[in-house]
């Protein structure tokens, strides 16, 4: 836990995230998320634009409604960052214990997910959906998993809802999710018949 609170102290302490690409909003343009979608966007145009990143206009009506209550940076960190870090970290812990990992692997593969460089850039550059699609993408893989391990209504609908979810905050992730497990199976298949080829 050290090492976690020293990395991510700065989560914690009041202050605003408005630096590298992390969004802030002013109360006027929070109360203009709370609404339908718009097709052309004004923010990041200088004459406006086509509307780029309607995929994620869910977290933002949700961004507008809790930001005209709690503020910018309030919001920031409940909706993105805390989630991000709780979700990687409970995730990637879920996966190894389901694939049968010893405590040891589980500690030290959830401590390497939580702190290597990738995350901590995203985190500190302000890629607010990038990361919490990050912290996302473990448990994407594990209900994937399960879902191929032993399909049920109970595994698609929890496969569905976080991949779901994970490409409300990144579509990239979701498709790396797929693309992962598709391949995960692909290896598993060919290495299957050479377990029977190895002599005892």
Same mark, same amino acid.
């Given at each position: 836990? =050290?090492?976690l #609170?020293l990395?991510?102290?700065?989560?914690?302490?009041? %202050?605003?995230f408005?630096? %590298?690409?992390?969004?802030?909003? $002013?109360?006027?343009e929070?109360?203009e998320?709370?609404?339908?979608?718009?097709?052309w966007?004004?923010?990041?145009?200088?004459?406006g634009?086509?509307?780029?990143?309607?995929?994620?206009?869910?977290? @933002? #009506?949700?961004?507008?409604? &809790?930001?005209?209550? &709690?503020?910018n940076?309030?919001?920031?960190?409940?909706?993105f960052?805390?989630?991000s870090? *709780?979700?990687?970290?409970?995730?990637?812990?879920?996966?190894?214990?389901? #694939?049968?990992?010893?405590?040891?692997?589980? $500690?030290?593969?959830?401590?390497?997910?939580l702190?290597?460089?990738?995350?901590l850039?995203?985190?500190d550059?302000? /890629?607010v959906?990038?990361?919490?699609?990050?912290g +996302? !993408?473990p448990?994407s893989?594990?209900?994937?998993?399960k879902l191929?391990?032993?399909q049920? =209504?109970n595994?698609?609908?929890?496969? &569905?809802? !976080?991949?779901? #979810?994970?490409?409300?905050a990144d579509?990239? @992730?979701?498709?790396i999710?797929?693309v992962?497990?598709?391949v995960?199976q692909?290896?598993?298949?060919?290495i /299957?018949?050479?377990?029977? &080829? *190895?002599p +005892?």
């Amino acid at each position: 836990m =050290i090492p976690l #609170l020293l990395v991510f102290r700065n989560l914690f302490l009041p %202050g605003s995230f408005a630096w %590298g690409d992390a969004p802030h909003f $002013f109360p006027e343009e929070l109360k203009e998320l709370v609404g339908e979608p718009l097709a052309w966007a004004n923010r990041g145009y200088g004459f406006g634009g086509v509307n780029a990143f309607l995929w994620i206009s869910p977290l @933002m #009506l949700l961004y507008g409604l &809790l930001g005209n209550f &709690l503020g910018n940076d309030l919001t920031i960190r409940l909706l993105f960052y805390f989630p991000s870090v *709780i979700f990687a970290g409970l995730g990637t812990y879920l996966l190894t214990r389901y #694939l049968k990992f010893s405590n040891t692997v589980r $500690f030290f593969a959830t401590l390497t997910y939580l702190l290597n460089t990738y995350y901590l850039l995203l985190i500190d550059g302000g /890629q607010v959906g990038v990361a919490l699609s990050f912290g +996302l !993408f473990p448990l994407s893989l594990l209900h994937l998993k399960k879902l191929v391990d032993k399909q049920s =209504i109970n595994n698609f609908f929890l496969a &569905l809802l !976080f991949l779901v #979810l994970c490409g409300a905050a990144d579509p990239r @992730m979701a498709v790396i999710s797929v693309v992962t497990i598709i391949v995960w199976q692909i290896l598993e298949l060919r290495i /299957q018949p050479l377990v029977y &080829l *190895i002599p +005892l």
